[in-house]
T-cell receptor, first 115, second 113 residues
Framework: AQSVAQPEDQVNVAEGNPLTVKCTYSVSGNPYLFWYVQYPNRGLQFLLK??????LVKGSYGFEAEFNKSQTSFHLKKPSALVSDSALYFCAVSLPGAGSYQLTFGKGTKLSVIP | GAGVSQSPRYKVAKRGQDVALRCDPI?????LFWYQQALGQGPEFLTY????????KSGLPSDRFFAERPEGSVSTLKIQRTQQEDSAVYLCASSSEKPLEQYFGPGTRLTVT
């Protein structure tokens, strides 16, 4: 079985400062990893994914994430936070193969960027 | 172009009532997914369609839950004899032939009283 942990329910960061939202995973095998963002009353929006190759993945809106196999982590980062980045962020994992569509999500981390 | 749309956006049902939730995927997307998101939790997979074929329904929590996509486009999630534990946001997502990039709708918030 696969699982995702987002250890922080909430992250507060000042506008202009770098931000990190943490994610660790547990799977048997090599994972596919994803980050989604959810704004109020809107659906989840895809930010980025790691499938294979370069461990540093760049995505939408200036976000990036680094796959660390030894630490089983996939933390989301941005060099300079914007107030508009305030939202709920979800990390997700799936396994390669026929069932790769089945995403397992973490519980989410609420990011608040303070002006 | 238009994204994934869902209707209704909000639904209040009395315990024991049947409900039907609709999803209109992005035009041309062959894959369609339903997820259930309880308050304060991440979405949980319910079921997966490829065109009109339901290829995976392993996440449906009970036989009261039924999903269909008869013409390979619009999908309906039906919940019979609703219970309070069914209260959640139901999310629909669609994708092209690459199911790894799923595009989500805004969800239907179901409240069972």
């Amino acid at each position: 079985a696969q699982s995702v942990a987002q250890p922080e329910d909430q992250v507060n960061v000042a506008e202009g400062n770098p931000l990190t939202v943490k994610c660790t995973y547990s799977v048997s095998g090599n994972p596919y990893l994803f980050w989604y963002v959810q704004y109020p009353n809107r659906g989840l929006q895809f930010l980025l994914k790691y499938i294979t190759g370069d461990n540093l993945v760049k995505g939408s809106y200036g976000f990036e994430a680094e796959f660390n196999k030894s630490q089983t982590s996939f933390h989301l980062k941005k060099p300079s936070a914007l107030v508009s980045d305030s939202a709920l962020y979800f990390c997700a994992v799936s396994l390669p193969g026929a069932g790769s569509y089945q995403l397992t999500f973490g519980k989410g981390t609420k990011l608040s960027v303070i002006p | 172009g238009a994204g994934v749309s869902q209707s209704p956006r909000y639904k209040v049902a009395k315990r024991g009532q049947d409900v039907a939730l609709r999803c209109d995927p992005i035009s041309g997307h062959v894959s369609l997914f339903w997820y259930q998101q309880a308050l304060g939790q991440g979405p949980e997979f319910l079921t997966y369609f490829q065109n009109e074929a339901q290829l995976d329904k392993s996440g449906l929590p009970s036989d009261r839950f039924f999903a269909e996509r008869p013409e390979g486009s619009v999908s309906t999630l039906k919940i019979q004899r609703t219970q309070q534990e069914d209260s959640a946001v139901y999310l629909c997502a669609s994708s092209s032939e690459k199911p790894l990039e799923q595009y989500f709708g805004p969800g239907t918030r179901l409240t069972v009283t």
